[in-house]
């Protein structure tokens, strides 16, 4: 088959729901070896193009064409009904029993992807539902694959998984909703942009879109302008003695009409799409106390069932410091949120403290928690003392106005939580958190169901916030634009702390644990010597931090004396590794001069 090969086609598409219209003119073409994200902001109609391409839906207005030689399967955003069956039967019941073959390669895949295919499917958590539902759509071999949100509730490794699948095994088409930026950068070959009712095609995959969309922005505000001169220049000689000829000028004057309300249309059009929310952030007056939020100190937390003891954590040792913001990452499973709940007070741990400075409060985003009434408007959850205004840093701002920020109509401030999809509720809990955000955040999964511009908000507060953060999530972009520092679980109460996130996400379960046991040996060593009065300790360390400031000097004019950089060499990879670990140290290093100054300051 012809690589050009046209799988489905839209020409002319209106479509609306009630008296609004989301597509408006519509058209697009979908090609075999198609690796295309469909993206566009919240309400454009991205999942409604999925309906209309599976005939879910019909149009009002066009022609819709699909090859009739091809299969399509559709992985939808919400995931499959529990049913009182196992998995494996679930799944095998469409199956010829005596094709043995297929049952390997099927069961190969629930491998690969960490999923028991003996377990219930009642049983199956919201992140294993997902799972079910994205390998039952693969299943189906189709030539046209739809994937709604498919990386939701996926752990990196996961998604990982579903990145290669998708990239070297996988022999159809697809389309991919995601919010997931780096998901989306590594499978696709070309881009669907939803705006303002029409798609726009990018050539390219996604790793250039946002280059391909602000030429394509800065082209149409260039035509905005040269129309804008045109606009004036004919007001211009409206207001100049068209009243004597107004017989002969009466045609241009109604097209001068038409042409200023064409004019005044695409222009507001045009700053609704290239606006971005800011979130009025009120930086507090400054705080002199100690720099430790939270102190950890040998903690420890396992769960027990009747098979095994899950440890979640074992012995950690941490300090969490103002202006922190650190990401918590592992597999499903290893204990990410209960890590968090043990923050919170909400987990009681078996062993050791979490010690936190006095007076600090949390703010939680945690999307299994009881967040809000459900039986009580929007405006009564966000101001439960009535009103209409709501209390953002230090400002007071009106809630229809605070609440376009996160993308709800205003007209809905009104409906009942009860009525919010899963996306909305998150987006509505996380308005409350950075109204008033606390000195502490705790973010458990907070990109889940939210699309790239409520995401973006979410990034941009947390560049300018003062306090501390820990943040769970499996949204590698994400994490890169806002954790300083990343603490990895192995779910067999190994951790690490890092500043590389690409190190921990191919650290090795083996190294982790020996370098935990040589913890453990220094701590016992740390513990048999002497006291040594806190003056002499600073000056220690301090030597020691100007040895380590040294070493990464050395490391660093050794990297530049290499006149070819080839990143596999062994020596330029083992240098670079060297000056990563030196900064680790060195960090390290800084927070136990802190901690001892203000002991220092304290006695």
């Known amino acids: 088959m012809s690589s050009k090969e046209v799988?489905?086609?839209?020409?002319?598409?209106v479509f609306g729901y009630d008296k609004s219209r989301l597509f408006d003119n519509l058209s697009v073409t979908v090609h075999r070896d198609d690796k295309i994200a469909l993206v566009g902001k919240n309400g454009a109609g991205k999942s409604s193009l999925f309906n209309v391409f599976t005939k879910q839906i019909n149009i009002d207005q066009g022609e819709f064409?699909?090859?009739?030689?091809?299969?399509?399967?559709?992985?939808?955003?919400?995931?499959?009904?529990?049913?009182?069956?196992?998995?494996?039967?679930?799944?095998?019941?469409?199956?010829d029993d005596e094709n043995h073959t297929e049952k390997f390669k099927i069961k190969n895949i629930f491998q690969k992807i960490k999923l028991d295919w003996d377990l219930d499917m009642n049983s199956l958590s919201g992140g294993q539902l997902r799972k079910l539902n994205l390998i039952k759509s693969i299943l189906d071999e189709p030539d046209l694959l739809l994937l709604d949100e498919p990386t939701n509730h996926l752990d990196i490794e996961s998604i990982k998984w579903l990145e290669n699948f998708l990239v070297k095994e996988f022999k159809g088409s697809y389309l991919v909703i995601s919010h997931n930026r780096d998901f989306l950068k590594n499978i696709t070959n070309k881009v669907f942009w939803i705006d303002r009712g029409k798609v726009k095609v990018s050539p390219k995959g996604f790793k250039f879109f946002e280059e391909w969309k602000s030429l394509l922005l800065k082209q149409e505000e260039r035509e905005l302008k040269n129309k804008k001169k045109i606009l004036d220049n004919e007001i211009d000689w409206l207001s100049k003695g068209v009243k004597a000829r107004r017989k002969r000028n009466e045609r241009r004057k109604e097209e001068l009409f038409s042409f200023k309300e064409n004019y005044e249309q695409q222009r507001s059009d045009f700053v609704k799409t290239i606006s971005k929310v800011k979130i009025p952030l009120e930086d507090k007056k400054e705080n002199n106390g100690p720099n430790i939020l939270i102190n950890f100190i040998n903690m420890s937390k396992s769960?027990?069932?009747?098979?095994?003891?899950?440890?979640?954590?074992?012995?950690?040792?941490?300090?969490?410091?103002?202006?922190?913001?650190?990401?918590i990452i592992g597999k499903n499973g290893s204990g990410k949120s209960s890590f968090l709940k043990m923050i919170s007070g909400d987990l009681i741990l078996d062993h050791g403290k979490i010690k936190?400075?006095?007076?600090?409060?949390?703010?939680?985003?945690?999307?299994?928690?009881e967040n809000f009434d459900d039986n009580k408007s929007i405006k009564q959850n966000l101001i439960p003392s009535g009103g209409d205004y709501l209390k953002v840093g230090e400002k007071k701002i009106h809630i229809c106005s605070y609440l376009k920020n996160f993308l709800f109509d205003p007209k809905s401030v009104d409906n009942k939580v009860m009525n919010l999809s899963g996306g909305e509720k998150n987006r509505l809990?996380?308005?409350?958190?950075?109204?008033?955000?606390?000195?502490?955040?705790?973010?458990?999964?907070?990109?889940?169901?939210?699309d790239m511009e409520t995401i973006d908000i979410l990034i941009d507060f947390l560049k300018v916030y003062k306090g501390g953060v820990f943040i769970s999530s499996h949204d590698v972009d994400f994490l890169k634009k806002t954790c300083t520092k990343f603490i990895f679980l192995d779910g067999k109460g190994g951790y690490m702390s890092s500043l590389d996130i690409e190190k921990d996400l191919n650290y090795v379960g083996k190294n982790l644990e020996n370098k935990n046991h040589k913890k453990k040996n220094l701590k016992t060593t740390e513990h048999k010597t002497k006291p040594i009065s806190t003056g002499k300790?600073?000056?220690?360390?301090?030597?020691?931090?100007?040895?380590?400031?040294?070493?990464?000097?050395?490391?660093s004019e050794k990297l530049q004396s290499i006149k070819k950089i080839n990143y596999d060499d062994k020596d330029y990879k083992e240098t670079i590794n060297k000056i990563k670990q030196a900064q680790n140290d060195l960090s390290l290093l800084e927070r136990d001069w802190i901690d001892l100054e203000e002991k220092s300051f304290r006695e």
């Open 7 to 13: 799988l489905l086609s839209i020409v002319d598409c």
């Open 65 to 95: 064409w699909s090859n009739p030689n091809v299969k399509i399967s559709i992985m939808h955003q919400k995931n499959l009904k529990k049913q009182n069956v196992k998995i494996k039967n679930f799944i095998l019941q469409t199956y």
């Open 303 to 327: 769960f027990e069932n009747n098979l095994s003891t899950k440890v979640i954590i074992k012995d950690f040792n941490f300090k969490l410091m103002r202006n922190e913001k650190i990401g």
């Open 356 to 369: 936190i400075k006095k007076d600090i409060d949390f703010s939680f985003f945690n999307q299994d928690a």
């Open 429 to 450: 809990l996380l308005s409350k958190i950075l109204a008033e955000p606390k000195e502490i955040v705790l973010l458990d999964e907070p990109t889940n169901d939210l």
């Open 537 to 555: 300790l600073i000056a220690q360390i301090l030597k020691k931090i100007e040895n380590k400031e040294k070493e990464i000097r050395n490391f």
